[in-house]
């Protein structure tokens, strides 16, 4: 069983920037899968950022790439997304979330098991 706890949400102008922080319990597997969703008002959840451990490979959803960029430390457990030139439209709760299998096509949210509470992110 895989704990998450997202941290780093908070208000900020549009243009502004934002680096949030998922620490993560348990090693991850070769395998295994991360990723960052979010949620705003009223709207489906979405994928935002996935990397694949082993692999290292990221994508990233339409209206995030060249603007977000997802990491991994495996030493210390922590899953950071940098979010850059923030637009109203980001505004939502930020959710990570892993997967003990690899994920594809990117994004399908039966694939990942654990999730943490979220943290919000306000762009205004």
């Known amino acids: 069983h895989v704990q998450l706890v997202e941290s780093g949400g908070g208000s900020v102008q549009p243009g502004g920037s934002l680096r949030l922080s998922c620490a993560f319990s348990g090693k991850m597997d070769t395998d295994d899968c991360l990723g960052w969703f979010r949620q705003a008002p009223g709207e489906e959840r979405e994928g935002v950022a996935q990397i694949s451990p082993a692999g290292g490979s990221k994508y990233y959803g339409p209206s995030v790439k060249d603007r977000f960029t997802i990491a991994l430390d495996n030493k210390q457990n922590i899953l950071t997304l940098q979010m850059w030139n923030l637009k109203p439209d980001d505004t939502a709760i930020y959710f990570c979330?892993?997967?003990?299998?690899?994920?594809?096509?990117?994004?399908?949210?039966?694939?990942?098991?654990?999730w943490g509470r979220g943290t919000q992110v306000t762009v205004s």
């Open positions: 979330a892993s997967a003990p299998t690899s994920v594809w096509p990117p994004f399908d949210q039966k694939r990942f098991l654990y």
